[in-house]
Antibody, heavy 117, light 107 residues
Framework: EVQVVESGGGLVQPGGSLRLSCAAS????????MSWVRQAPGKGLEWVSL????????YHADSVKGRFTISRDNSKNTLYLQMNSLRGEDTAVYYC??????????WGQGTLVTVSS | DIQMTQSPSSLSASVGGRVTITCRAS??????LNWYQQKSGKAPKLLIY???SLQSGVPSRFSGSGSGTDFTLTISSLAPEDFATYYC?????????FGQGTKLEIK
């Protein structure tokens, strides 16, 4: 079964840092790009970051550029999102998803990040 | 960035009814348009990709159409489990923007 499972969320103070992880299984991880998408409480979906299968190419939304870094360890079948200089508006459920070509499938269950003092 | 606009933002319908949700892109995206369903407290689920291709395992009452800037998602005969929020997403160019969502409620 193709599956992705996020972890690492929690409560962090404004200006702080957090690293999210996404463990993948059931597919050849290095062959697929991966994405992070977030959803603020009661709001819609916002695409955050994408990384190619090899990890050579990355993209970030303007709202997180310079603060968030997407990376992957293909030997561990794991995707990461390093989040620095966190702000209140970064509070959201963060989902990772397998980027199969142009589509996101499947998605993980999400991990909640709360930025608050 | 490409802006995606869905309409309506919410709608009410009855079980067995037919609904259509519209998604408009701010520029042409060819057929690089996906539809996702999200139930309360759950992760989104892919329904339709490349504007009109049904994801494996998705009931045939779901269909998508369109190209260029205008797209539709149609549910032909609503089942109780279809009441959820639906999002379109363009995958033509990064950032891969989503529409604001359409909440489908039971009448």
């Amino acid at each position: 079964e193709v599956q992705v499972v996020e972890s690492g969320g929690g409560l962090v103070q404004p200006g702080g840092s957090l690293r999210l992880s996404c463990a993948a299984s059931g597919f050849t991880f290095s062959s697929y790009a991966m994405s992070w998408v977030r959803q603020a409480p009661g709001k819609g979906l916002e695409w955050v970051s994408l990384i190619s299968g090899s990890g050579d190419t990355t993209y970030h939304a303007d709202s997180v550029k310079g603060r968030f870094t997407i990376s992957r360890d293909n030997s561990k079948n794991t995707l990461y999102l390093q989040m620095n200089s966190l702000r209140g508006e970064d509070t959201a459920v963060y989902y990772c998803a397998k980027q199969g070509g142009d589509l996101l499938d499947p998605w993980g269950q999400g991990t909640l990040v709360t930025v608050s003092s | 960035d490409i802006q995606m606009t869905q309409s309506p933002s919410s709608l009410s319908a009855s079980v067995g009814g037919r609904v259509t949700i519209t998604c408009r892109a701010s520029q042409s995206i060819s057929s690089y348009l996906n539809w996702y369903q999200q139930k309360s407290g759950k992760a989104p689920k892919l329904l339709i990709y490349a504007a009109s291709s049904l994801q494996s395992g998705v009931p045939s009452r779901f269909s998508g159409s369109g190209s260029g800037t205008d797209f539709t998602l149609t549910i032909s005969s609503l089942a109780p489990e279809d009441f959820a929020t639906y999002y379109c997403q363009q995958s033509y160019s990064t950032p891969y923007t989503f529409g604001q969502g359409t909440k489908l409620e039971i009448k």
